[in-house]
């Protein structure tokens, strides 16, 4: 068995370079208000959005996390209530 001469070390979890360079910088992907980071991309004619913590979100207010846990819809309550003017 022979052994390389470059130092290599075996790591379990990939650190992922931030899109975000925002000051102060944006939420993280595992953030409760992570949907408040700024768009990265906007295709709102296709019905998502990329967040420069690495979210997808979509029209429908589901969510794609970059590490590829899936968040369900989450309409507000009350929602099927449609107010109209006077």
């Known amino acids: 068995m ?6 290599t070390h075996a790591t379990t979890q990939r650190k ?4 975000c360079q925002h ?17 990265a991309a906007h295709h709102p004619e296709q019905g998502w959005s990329l967040l ?4 997808l979100i979509f029209e429908d207010t589901g969510e794609l996390l970059p590490d590829g846990q ?3 819809p ?3 309550s009350g929602s099927e ?6």
Request: net charge positive; aromatic share 0%; glycine share 4%.
């Open 16 to 19: 992922k370079p931030s899109m």
């Open 70 to 72: 899936i968040i369900a």
């Open 74 to 76: 989450h309409r507000p």
């Open 52 to 55: 420069c913590n690495g979210v």
């Open 23 to 39: 000051q102060p910088a944006c939420p993280t992907a595992d953030s409760a208000d992570r949907e408040a980071a700024r768009h």
């Open 81 to 86: 209530q449609v107010m109209t003017a006077a």
């Open 2 to 7: 022979t052994t390389s001469s470059r130092g």
